[in-house]
């Protein structure tokens, strides 16, 4: 594989650790968070912005590139990589969830899943081969298999089944996989039932991945069902791999689950969240639309060094929101990024330093208790 | 005054000339181009990118700013300069042109001009001593009288009319100004009658104004119009006042009218086009839509240094443009003003040179000829 993965050190008092995650395209400090760039952008930033706001890694989806533009064209620029102006470690979702979400008429057969597309309506198969295929042309450092992500109110019998599909998919995943520079995450499904997700995290971890994800949370179900499919699946899942927290969270999701073992997580959370004028501070949300900022003339966060922080007021940023002008989806990203890149780094120092817990009660205070809002990029 | 105009030299071979304008913010070196930032925003992009651009002087709408946030709002800031975090030299226009073209309900009398806001419905009397009031509040550099700005097919006696009502309003303006560090600019209507270009010029210079604009044109009329206009009313503006042709133009109007005499321009074709994927270049005019480009890995204009050409091809571009992705917007718009400030660049250059002529026919053959689209910010 292209990716190695090192334990750093872990929390005496959770299950948090610290580790760095290598690819061919450098290293990620872990726990992370990576931005959801869906379209091989993360939406309203440039790549040179991630970077300076501190992002190491960034999350791409193959199910929409494969769409648009097609791998072919991905290819032609040497992969995604080149194509999208991000040197650092990508990685590409495999697509199982967008299919599910996104498409309109969809058939899941045992040799995959045949959808419409979103755009044009055109009828595709995605087959495990076909999903580390679409993944290896596009070149990201960190590839997922394909899966099927059950609806939070699926049945018991449901969610077996589907996970027993997603293990034989796991595997046909593995057997296709040519590329040796990549690394291959399996993902643990088993819907909203404890022993289905052992079962799952045994199976997938049977086949041996570079990484293992958790897939299927964040979809409607409540915080307590959330935590307590995190607990059923972590202790199955071996030390020595990264464990990847799929389409969670808030930040206070962020700082509970990094307390559970989870090393990566992925969310559309600051970047939609941004772009409709939510606006997490160190003061708590902030609804930027609200008359009460109308002349607020303080910065949005004054703990944030951010350039919307360091420039400009409540006030001018709650106008650009109110008249609809892109740089209101620029900056209020732009500080949403920021404040989930800082707050990744503030709960690396609080494992070094054992002080998990005292984050996770400042982030509850601040921005607890909400229910999880799905966010799956 | 705030503000002075000084001409350096004069085109031998045409009425170019290369001047300089001094505002309480900083210099202007002219001719120049001045971004449209309608709402107190350039669209897409940051001041930091405007002033990385080579911009030197930004307009904004009083209309629309005194209807949202509020002169109040922009006020208890210090004035638009702080609130948009932009502390070089702002123009502002008076929203004559505004009322005309974006109000349901508009009402014109003596006194001024009744109208309905498109924001919310609600009927404000904009009157020229408001006008005055309302920029005085903001606080540009420098601010406009108020005008009526006629359709274009309006008949020769509405348009006399009209003229002389642009006149007294201008002199009400004038009587009406408190601020000294503010520079107060009259603007010449018409019509698209020669004569009434020149009756109109000569009414409003004889009331002495810091500079004097031309306005009433780029709203549908051909191009042989609207150089017959700029040349009915030149020759009636005085040497050592800059003249400002509003909402105006192409890369081939700018050079064109430069030629006649203009020292300033704001249009929002650079921008607006921006976002619909029109795309000015060394090559001519990009559509960054057409499938020609999926897979063209050139950069957009490889003759130009800005971050979209210097980091991206056309075939991401044309991806981003697709995909309907915010990112698509930040990037043409950064290309696009790029473009023409160095358009003015080598304007103000082939003044110094000699070589004007030269430019105009190189704009002609990349740009012209096309029809001038309407551009008043």
Redesign the interface.
Same mark, same amino acid.
């Given at each position: 594989m292209g990716c190695s993965f090192t334990v750093e050190e872990t929390d005496a008092t959770s299950q948090a650790r610290l580790g760095t995650l290598t690819t061919p395209h450098g290293r990620v400090a872990t726990p992370a968070f990576m931005p959801v760039g869906t379209? %091989?952008?993360v939406? %309203? /930033?440039?790549? $040179?912005e991630c970077r300076e706001l501190g992002v190491e890694i960034l999350l791409t989806n193959a199910y +929409?590139l494969y769409l648009?533009?097609g791998v072919? $064209?991905v290819e %032609? +620029?040497g992969g995604l990589h080149r194509?999208?102006?991000w040197d650092g470690p990508l990685l590409t979702d495999s697509g199982g969830f967008q299919v599910m979400s996104l498409s309109k008429l969809r058939k899941i057969t045992p040799d995959g899943v045949v959808f419409q597309s979103h755009i044009d309506g055109s009828e595709h198969l995605l087959s495990p081969e076909k999903a580390v295929a679409i993944q290896e042309g596009l070149g990201a450092d960190i590839i997922m298999v394909l899966d099927e992500c059950p609806p939070y109110q699926a049945t018991y019998d449901y969610a077996r089944e589907s996970m027993d599909l997603t293990s034989r998919w796991a595997e046909r995943c593995r057997a296709a996989k040519r590329r040796d520079d990549q690394a291959l995450f399996g993902i643990v499904q088993g819907g909203m039932f404890a022993d289905l997700r052992a079962d799952s995290a045994q199976a997938i971890t049977a086949l041996d991945f570079d990484g293992y994800a958790i897939g299927g949370l964040s979809v409607g179900e409540s915080k307590e069902l959330l935590r307590a499919m995190v607990e059923a699946t972590v202790p199955w899942l071996p030390e020595s791999r990264p464990r990847y927290l799929m389409g969670v969270g808030t930040p206070l999701d962020l700082v509970e689950q990094v307390a559970r073992g989870i090393d990566l997580f992925d969310c559309v959370i600051p970047t939609r969240n941004a772009r409709t004028g939510t606006l997490f501070t160190s003061q708590g949300r902030i609804v930027i639309k609200h008359a009460r900022y &109308?002349?607020d003339?303080q910065p949005l966060d004054p703990e944030c060094l951010c350039?919307a922080c360091t420039?400009?007021?409540r &006030?001018?940023l709650?106008?650009?929101f109110? %008249?609809g002008?892109? /740089?209101s &989806?620029?900056?209020n990203t732009l500080h949403n990024v920021s404040f989930y890149m800082r707050l990744m780094g503030e709960v690396r120092q609080a494992i070094a330093s054992g002080r998990l817990e005292d984050l996770c009660e400042r982030m509850e205070g601040l921005f607890g208790p909400v229910e999880t809002e799905p966010g799956r990029g």
């Amino acid at each position: 594989m292209g990716c190695s993965f090192t334990v750093e050190e872990t929390d005496a008092t959770s299950q948090a650790r610290l580790g760095t995650l290598t690819t061919p395209h450098g290293r990620v400090a872990t726990p992370a968070f990576m931005p959801v760039g869906t379209q %091989a952008t993360v939406k %309203a /930033l440039t790549p $040179v912005e991630c970077r300076e706001l501190g992002v190491e890694i960034l999350l791409t989806n193959a199910y +929409h590139l494969y769409l648009r533009p097609g791998v072919e $064209v991905v290819e %032609a +620029h040497g992969g995604l990589h080149r194509f999208m102006g991000w040197d650092g470690p990508l990685l590409t979702d495999s697509g199982g969830f967008q299919v599910m979400s996104l498409s309109k008429l969809r058939k899941i057969t045992p040799d995959g899943v045949v959808f419409q597309s979103h755009i044009d309506g055109s009828e595709h198969l995605l087959s495990p081969e076909k999903a580390v295929a679409i993944q290896e042309g596009l070149g990201a450092d960190i590839i997922m298999v394909l899966d099927e992500c059950p609806p939070y109110q699926a049945t018991y019998d449901y969610a077996r089944e589907s996970m027993d599909l997603t293990s034989r998919w796991a595997e046909r995943c593995r057997a296709a996989k040519r590329r040796d520079d990549q690394a291959l995450f399996g993902i643990v499904q088993g819907g909203m039932f404890a022993d289905l997700r052992a079962d799952s995290a045994q199976a997938i971890t049977a086949l041996d991945f570079d990484g293992y994800a958790i897939g299927g949370l964040s979809v409607g179900e409540s915080k307590e069902l959330l935590r307590a499919m995190v607990e059923a699946t972590v202790p199955w899942l071996p030390e020595s791999r990264p464990r990847y927290l799929m389409g969670v969270g808030t930040p206070l999701d962020l700082v509970e689950q990094v307390a559970r073992g989870i090393d990566l997580f992925d969310c559309v959370i600051p970047t939609r969240n941004a772009r409709t004028g939510t606006l997490f501070t160190s003061q708590g949300r902030i609804v930027i639309k609200h008359a009460r900022y &109308s002349d607020d003339r303080q910065p949005l966060d004054p703990e944030c060094l951010c350039y919307a922080c360091t420039t400009f007021t409540r &006030s001018y940023l709650r106008h650009l929101f109110q %008249a609809g002008e892109i /740089l209101s &989806s620029r900056l209020n990203t732009l500080h949403n990024v920021s404040f989930y890149m800082r707050l990744m780094g503030e709960v690396r120092q609080a494992i070094a330093s054992g002080r998990l817990e005292d984050l996770c009660e400042r982030m509850e205070g601040l921005f607890g208790p909400v229910e999880t809002e799905p966010g799956r990029g």
